[in-house]
């Protein structure tokens, strides 16, 4: 009798064990989706606060173009940041924050109220007064005054979402080590527990029986349990080193390759691929595969049951049950499962598993687990792909589709930069429509930004994958040619100008034709400096322009060399 009670005893011990451990993972899960959340919502805070950061500065570079130049056109990133900042320190000030981060806010909201109303004033001086007196109102240091003090403080709050990033891994981590630590514990618990039933059981041998049957039974448990704790803690580690890494990538195809690379560690023994849609929203390309998955490189929307469905699609086998057709041409037996990868209501793609091991009836929460790495993973990727658009609207004209003015002044000098290690040549084509503004007063400004669209498309069908084409402002276009001879740049910019004059353009029933005049200048024969060379090809511009329009024209040597002196 004592015996029974004493093995009823560590029975329910080992019970009590094996629940905890199955509990365990529950906690860490909850932890590193509360970690996962404040992660997104400090990146959301940091990207918020550089963005505020990037429209002080675009509206103060706008500003001093302005003043130098005198021309409108300059003024548009300055107008576009005051419609912006608004809205965006609305949103900070909307979020919960400590009193600290208030304060700064506060001091921030100052700061901008103040650098706004002084460039409001030297816009104003530039326009009423003149180049002469808006310098004299710049060259005072208040405005630079503002935005050091603006730049100090907003920095100050991203390094700070920065440490408190780092906070939040550590934590994750600490929370794994944790969880190990107790599972490793609870087994040898049990252990010591299975121990002391077998010398209790030894008084008798019947009893030692049953007893070792018994314990036979729960060890086995125990090793389940424990394999399956194990294996949880380390697809909750993985899975975060994973999404870590994503929020890191720079592309969608990066992101691809990382997925790729973690889930053979996630998903052992089985094989898949990762498909998301193109741009046009009407074919869906495989990023990546891991594994033996034998699947095509495209497939439609329709191809896949878990896209028609919105939801995961298992199937036991091809034969005789509802496959899907990408699946059928890659020839698989095996069971596979299909995952949409959806977020905020959005799908970008989905992801195929397949193996003998998801046949089985007993791993449901293998495919559990495979559906709750779908859905991460679509969080990640749409992360990614917001920014990637927004690295893109950042450099992109949104009329043309070429490169802006911001991107031109990075890439050209970085070019310049190689050219010169490397003593090979640079060439640099500025282009002006003729008579846009008799284009715009004569069909109406849509059909001139309809020319513009048009002439833009020509430039990105002409260059080659090094060339850069950008809309330097209003109907100015300009072309970098790294490794372009100067020779082969004039002939370019003839081949571009017949293009744009044999241009024929349908406006209400009226034929709308264009020219263009072009200036050519290259490195080293016109100068060593991105500003030379930009202000050569505009000179042979203009040169082009009053010599009649629609021509080629190349910067005079003798002409720079004596401006550089």
Known sequence: MIVETRLRIATACIIAVMAAIGLVPHFVNASVEQAMAALDATTTREREYGALLNYLSDAEAAQRGYVITGRQEFLDPYHEALKALPALRKALAGQAAPASERQALDEIGRLTEAKLAYMREVVRVRSAQGAAAASALV??????QYMDQLRERILAQE??????????????????????????????????????MGLV??????????????????SGQLRV????????????????????????????????????????????????????????RDILERKATWGTANDPDIAEPLDCWALRKGARHFTPSTEGALACRHALAAGTTVPRVCL???????????ITAEG?????????????????????????????QL?????????????????????????????LARATRRGAPLAVIMLDLDHFKRVNDTFGHEAGDMLLRNVGSVLLQAIRGSDVACRYGGEELVLLLPDCPLDSAVARAERLR?????LNLTVNKSVLTASASFGVAAYPTHGDAADVLLQAADAAMYAAKHGGRDQVCVAPVARLQEDGG
């Open 139 to 144: 060259e005072n240091g208040r405005g630079k």
């Open 159 to 196: 390094a700070a979402y920065a440490s408190y990033r780092a906070a939040l891994r550590d934590r994750l981590a600490g929370r794994s080590r944790l969880a190990a630590n107790v599972s490793s514990i609870a087994t040898l618990v049990d252990i010591v527990l299975l121990v002391a």
């Open 201 to 218: 059981g030894g008084s008798a041998l019947r009893q030692r029986r049953k007893a070792e049957q018994h314990a036979t039974e729960i």
């Open 225 to 280: 349990t424990a394999e399956l704790a194990e294996r949880r803690n380390f697809q909750l580690q993985s899975g975060g080193e994973m999404l870590h890494a994503l929020e890191l990538a720079e592309t969608l195809d990066e992101g691809a390759q990382i997925v790729a690379l973690y889930f053979r560690q996630l998903l052992p023994g089985l094989s898949g691929s990762m498909y998301l849609y193109r741009h046009s």
């Open 340 to 350: 949409p990868l959806v977020t905020q209501g959005n799908v970008i793609g989905f």
């Open 356 to 384: 003998t091991a998801l046949g089985n009836e007993d791993n449901a929460a293998e495919r559990t687990w495979i559906m709750q790495l779908g859905e991460q993973v679509a969080l990640a990727l749409a992360n990614v």
């Open 387 to 415: 920014r990637v658009s927004l690295r893109h609207q950042s450099v992109i004209d949104p009329l043309t589709q070429l490169y802006n003015r911001r991107y031109l002044d990075e890439t050209l000098k970085r070019e």
């Open 498 to 502: 017949q293009v744009i004059r044999a």
